[in-house]
């Protein structure tokens, strides 16, 4: 079986992509209770697919927030892909088209598939064979979501708000079983820490921020050891 085909591609990334089903469906969920239509979830999660930002976006969408609210909250919660940008492999797609919807479809589980050592010779194809299709299992769970919440309503929703988060952790342990290095580990928790401490409204951003000087820092020290 080639590591290009459909088949192989879909091997590695079902792992994570199955889980956008019941994460698909807690959006769904929410969207139907915070008195909204269906169907605005699979258009969430089509048009928008930022995951967290979705979540958050129910509730802005909810109270008919103000426009600035709802570009400042974007920037914060997206900008952490400006550091995904460093390392996804977007110079392997090919077409000015694929590019585009590469760089629209890149969430933290496309990264997470993109730069594991099981694809590191994926090209053009299997990239955006598997960025579509992670988002086609996200607008579908969604659609369910929705679907089950508008047909049988229930009057409270507890634990879905951390369906995402559950992911992330996942993904983390998932990373550093491929790549297990106990210092970036240690330094990623340590920048987490500091952030939450210090400028817990803006922990993503500041705690992406700080791992990414220690790391150039690291590299620097390591580059002087080897001149």
Same mark, same amino acid.
């Given at each position: ?28 969920? *929410?969207?139907?209770? /915070?008195? $909204?239509?269906?169907? %605005?979830?699979?258009?969430? =999660?089509?048009?928008?697919?930022? #995951? @967290? ?74 990239? *955006?064979?598997?960025? /579509?299709? $992670?988002?086609?299992? %996200?607008?579908?769970?969604? =659609?369910?979501?929705?679907?089950? #919440? @508008? ?77």
């Amino acid at each position: 079986m080639s590591e290009h085909s459909l088949r192989g591609v879909m091997s590695v990334t079902a792992p994570i992509g199955l889980a956008f089903i019941p994460l698909g469906m807690a959006l769904g969920l *929410l969207v139907v209770h /915070a008195g $909204l239509d269906w169907w %605005w979830a699979p258009a969430f =999660a089509a048009v928008i697919y930022a #995951g @967290s930002l979705e979540f958050l976006m129910v509730g802005l969408a909810a109270t008919a927030a103000p426009l600035g609210t709802v570009a400042l909250t974007t920037f914060i919660v997206n900008s952490r892909h400006v550091f995904y940008a460093l390392s996804f492999p977007l110079d392997r797609v090919n077409s000015p088209v694929g590019k585009l919807y590469s760089t629209y479809a890149l969430s933290d589980e496309a990264y997470a598939v993109a730069v594991s050592p099981a694809a590191e010779r994926w090209t053009s194809r299997p990239i *955006l064979m598997m960025q /579509a299709a $992670l988002q086609a299992l %996200w607008v579908t769970g969604a =659609a369910l979501g929705g679907l089950i #919440g @508008s047909a049988l309503p229930v009057e409270r929703l507890q634990g879905l708000d951390f369906a995402l988060t559950a992911l992330f952790v996942v993904l983390a342990i998932d990373a550093y079983r491929q790549r297990p290095d106990r210092l970036t580990a240690l330094t990623a928790m340590a920048c987490a820490v500091v952030a939450w401490l210090l400028v817990p409204g803006q922990l993503l951003v500041c705690a992406f921020a700080g791992f990414t000087v220690v790391l150039l820092a690291r590299l620097g020290v390591e580059r002087r050891r080897h001149a």
